[in-house]
């Protein structure tokens, strides 16, 4: 293979976002694909099969996705010596609507992420990330039933944009020269073994995922909408995402989001209840008591460790789908919140749910639902048949464990 340029099907066609926000999804859509790293390719290949499978179920032949391999990760850089080609970046560029699998990120040095860098790219800005529970599912809580969040995480902005510098380099010393001679930062040690990260948050940034957050309540009839925070710390940068979270609602959303305070708690019919709450106090009320929580904006590394304690909730990382989305320009990445799970590696052996659950909201997105609900009323009856990966099967019993492989061959069946 000479070249990370896509090889794009003769037949299809790509998706387009008309003038007015409308995607045109065509019968042939061209979708690109990352496979991932380390698990990646297992799952991806268990999933991709589901999802075709259903599809043509549903359409009777009359649409099919034209999946195109597109590379990032350990597979780009063995192949094209390169972690993230332009062409991987231009594809989802083109074609708007896309899927990936994990990518790994070293902890300490090395690479920057490339999760982080794809969504930065594309401005994917809504990291969109639903968790509910499945019937069956194994869980470590008493009603895992109760759970029924929508989280939306700011996905460009914050701590976890990566701006930051290493401790002893000359740029961490420039940056606390300059706090501490020009803005006046005299109170707290700054040891010269310090590294420095900063935490930008913008009142644009904020209010356009609290946008879609509250937009998305309106449409689905939800019943309210938390930003979760640590503003009584960060003053500025997350007390501020929930100022402009209350600011937001009176100023568009008059009559239709509604602050705690104007409606001692109690909306009117139709209308979505606006409240807030501190991060800490928030992860323990989400496991003590879910069903005060339903649509959640955060911001970004609030939404990385909620959605993943979340997960655990409901049974798990193996089934907790998500998507990062642009609304204005159309654009999403669909993917697990779980990582590549490298033990695990070729060992066609966990759970594919979570990505197969991450093209069912790609199909949702395309406005394929049809075919979406048969994956999710297949994949319920597979768990309730007691078919499932060794995540599951560990904690259930009288299960059957089958392979990550298998698994889709179970949920095929049954669709
Ligand atoms: N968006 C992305 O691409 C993400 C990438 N990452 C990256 O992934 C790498 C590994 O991260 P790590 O912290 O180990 O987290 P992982 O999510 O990869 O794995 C942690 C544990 O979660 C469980 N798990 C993960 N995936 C599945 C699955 N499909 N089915 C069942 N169980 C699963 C396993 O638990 P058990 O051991 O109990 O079986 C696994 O050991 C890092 O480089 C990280 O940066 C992390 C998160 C997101
Ligand atoms: O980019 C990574 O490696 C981790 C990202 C992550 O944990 C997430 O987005 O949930
Ligand atoms: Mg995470």
New binding site residues.
Partial sequence: MTSPKPIVPADATPIRMTAAGILEVPDRPIVPFIE?D??GPD?WRAAVRVLDAAVEKEFGGGKKIAWTEVYAGEKAKRLFDTWLPDETLEAFKTYLVGIKG?????VGGGIR?L?VAIRQMLDLYVCLRPVRYFNGVPSPVKMPEKVDMVIFRENTEDIYAGVEWPAGSAEAQKLIGFLQNEMGVNKIRFPDSSGIGVKPVSREGSERLIRAAFDYALLHQRRSVTLVHKGNIMKFTEGAFRDWGYALAKREYAGRIVAWDDCGGRPEPGQVLLKDAIADIALQQVLTRPEEFDVIATLNLNGDYLSDALAAQVG???IAPGGNINYLTGHAVF?????????YANLDK???G?VLLSGVMLLEHLGWTGAAGRIVRALEKTIGQKTV?Y?FARLMEGATEVSCSEFGNRVIANL
């Fill in positions: 991932g380390g698990t799952i994990p990518l790994t990120t070293p992420s999760n798990g990382i193996g993917e697990a919140t779980h990582g590549t799970a490298p033990k966990v759970n594919p979570s990966t995540d």
